[in-house]
């Protein structure tokens, strides 16, 4: 049956370190594990069978995603959000920053990303494969998440200082192929907005 389907892949698995500063769709993708292959592998596949004309797909390439929708949020103790609200609440002694916390990232909230894949089916065409970064757009440094935490709680965030660790200093989405094809606004992808959803969502 002729249809459409969204992939979502993970930003930093499919463009890898080589890449700095704002990401366009169009940079090669730099695999540095067996997983981001396989990521970049699941994409092609996606693309080939969608030439057949046997579907309409669409890759959203998120980045990271924060937020709260519907009484859940992330808990993935691999990300920083989530560590900043158990260090909050005693479940970890601190929070682990980098050198002095200065290395950014893109972060967009859940409903924003939802917004995209619903823009997205809405718009693909059977025979098409379509690529869309998806991302604020906005840079947001470690140490920043872990100030606006303080704030949007009113409680100290402990943290400890690492040596600074190699990696990509910037990294943001280059949106503006996902706004312009598809109409679509990181509407509320606000720092601000994105920690206070996701702490009453874990708070409760």
């Not at 067996?34 to 669409?58: D, F, M, N, R, W």
């Not at 103790?77 to 200065?102: C, H, K, M, Q």
């Amino acid at each position: 049956m002729r249809g459409t389907t969204p992939s979502r892949i993970a930003i930093d698995k499919v463009y890898g370190s080589q890449h700095v500063g704002a990401i366009g769709e169009d940079l090669e993708p730099h695999p540095e594990s067996p997983y981001a292959a396989s990521k970049v592998g699941a994409e092609q596949l996606v693309a080939a069978y969608a030439a057949t004309g046997a579907i309409g797909a669409v890759t959203l390439r998120c980045f990271n995603i924060a937020g709260a929708a519907n009484g859940r949020t992330d808990t993935d103790t691999a990300r920083i959000i989530p560590n900043v609200f158990r260090a909050l609440t005693g479940e970890l002694p601190y929070i682990t920053l980098n050198g002095d916390g200065s290395a950014v990232r893109d972060f967009v909230h859940i409903l924003d990303v939802v917004t995209a894949m619903r823009l997205s089916l809405a718009a693909v065409k059977v025979g098409e494969h379509r690529v869309y970064n998806i991302g604020s757009g906005t840079a947001s440094s470690m140490a920043q998440v872990v100030a606006t935490a303080e704030a949007v709680t009113g409680l100290p965030v402990p943290v400890r200082k690492a040596p600074p660790k190699q990696e990509p200093q910037i990294l943001t989405a280059d949106n503006s192929r996902a706004v312009k094809e598809l109409g679509w606004l990181p509407e509320r992808s606000g720092l601000i907005e994105m920690i206070a959803d996701a702490w009453r969502t874990w708070h409760a």
